[in-house]
């Protein structure tokens, strides 16, 4: 369960409580997701979330490139059905998603990442045939004070 106070974050070999669809098996502090969608679920501890309130969503991500041929990927992202961003993502960076504390849920909430130009190493000569968009080291809810 996700507060406040936690953040969610990756360890090779360990699958997380979070619901990861879509996403290769954690890595070395990341998850890859595995085609041109993925999908995170979690719960959140609500008790200290006043409704009209607002929070940020910060992830800390890149995306598969290679070169001249994929300089990065378009990403759309909606939160509980809501889209909450968009970016064209080239390097490894923090992105921070306001939206309204209402959002969250106790229970099931899903952060939806479309990639659409996800892509297969092994398009540029690799071995490594995994179809890779997002790659996704942390996720953590602040609220807005």
């Not at 996700?2 to 090779?12: A, E, I, V």
């Not at 064209?88 to 921070?96: F, H």
């Not at 996800?118 to 490594?128: K, L, N, V, W």
């Amino acid at each position: 369960m996700l507060t406040f106070q936690s953040s969610l974050t990756f360890t090779k070999g360990v699958q997380p409580e979070e619901g990861l669809r879509n996403f290769w098996g954690p890595e070395d502090g990341f998850v890859w997701s595995s085609g041109k969608w993925c999908e995170l679920s979690f719960a959140f501890d609500t008790k200290r979330v006043a409704a009209n309130a607002l929070c940020d969503m910060i992830l800390d991500i890149d995306v598969y490139k290679h070169g001249e041929e994929l300089k990065g990927q378009n990403l759309m992202f909606y939160f509980n059905g809501l889209r909450i961003g968009s970016l064209y993502c080239t390097k490894r960076s923090t992105v921070v998603f306001s939206f309204d504390a209402g959002l969250l849920k106790a229970d099931e909430n899903v952060l939806t990442i479309d990639s659409p130009e996800a892509a297969s190493p092994s398009q540029f000569g690799s071995q490594d045939n995994r179809t890779l968009g997002v790659q996704l080291f942390s996720l953590q809810i602040r609220p807005i004070e």
